[in-house]
């Protein structure tokens, strides 16, 4: 079959042939219709971020996926059921105390893999395998947008964490400050939108016309030029913000969320960056978290509960988002354009095939 993969020693993707995977027991083979390509792709192809398959020379690539059951192999699913795939498993043949209890997604380094990613195959290829416990049923409905399940589920988790942070006391907020116009901070903002918050603001770093703003102004939003306006500085020339959902990996805005917060707010950061070393005010930040009960949170990845929340959320879009998201569909012939970046493009997809 083919598959989009990366070869140890390599830095750019191939298309090649690879052999079709096999079901286990408890597991299905599934078609693959779409692959999304996102900013962690670029990262394990820079190989700043995961790690290949152990005894493999190459990975195949892929995280967001949507596909169709091709092979039920007993289990309870049926084929022509589409299935959204979750993204860690657990190291080796065995389970672990982390999926035993259904939170991979908190498991620490070295307690899982992650499909396209680190030590396990991805989707970017005609077919998968995947066990039933990890794939999320989704109608008919998503056969072309159900690749954004994946990343929403992040959002979910970042919400989900951010209340429970505040459940020992009245939380009510009303402001939410997305960092980052890239698809992740897109569909967070969505997110938000579709939650309680009466104001909300999403930053970026591009001037107009920008399709990105555009999508940001039509959802309701406030836009944010970081080069105008600084996390930092956010509060004062707008107002604090009751929550921060950073998208960006940029490092300097973990400590900037700080200042943006109102008291008793929260941040979760979303964004991975790489090594920076640079200054802070450990005291003023220190102050901040300690006598305004503000919260500083890390999440990474999630699971089941978390995609079916992201289900939903996807359902509620409006069908003009995830067309203005999705820009350019390039079939797996067309790598090389594929993994192109530029300011026109938001979310790329490899289409594999059609429902």
Known sequence: MRAIAIHRGESQPRLCEVPRPDPDTGAVLVRTLRVGIDGTDHEVLAGSHGGFPEDDSYQILGHEAIGVVADAN?????????????????????????????????????????????????????????????LVPVSTAFAKTGFLIEPISNSEKALELAYTSRSSFEWSPETAFVLGNGPLGLLSLALVQQHEFERTYCLGRRSRPDPTIDIIERLGATYVDSRETPVSEVGAVHEQMDFVCEATGYARHAFETVDALAPGGVGVLL???SDWTFE???????????????????????????????????????????DAIITDVFDPTELDAAFETGPDRIKTVVEFGTR
């Open 74 to 134: 007993g289990t309870e699913l049926t084929e022509g059921q589409l299935v959204v795939p979750t993204v860690r498993r657990p190291p080796g043949a065995g389970s672990n105390e982390y999926f035993d209890r259904g939170e991979p997604d908190m498991a620490p380094a070295g307690e899982y893999v992650e499909r396209g990613i680190a030590g396990a195959h991805g989707y970017m290829s005609e077919f998968f395998t995947s066990a039933t416990e990890f």
């Open 271 to 273: 964004g991975i960056p």
């Open 280 to 322: 802070v005010d450990g005291g003023q930040l220190h102050r901040a978290l300690v006598l305004e009960n503000k919260a500083l949170l890390g999440s990474v990845n999630s699971h089941v509960p978390h995609f079916e929340r992201a289900r939903d959320t996807l359902a509620d879009c409006p069908d003009w988002l995830t």
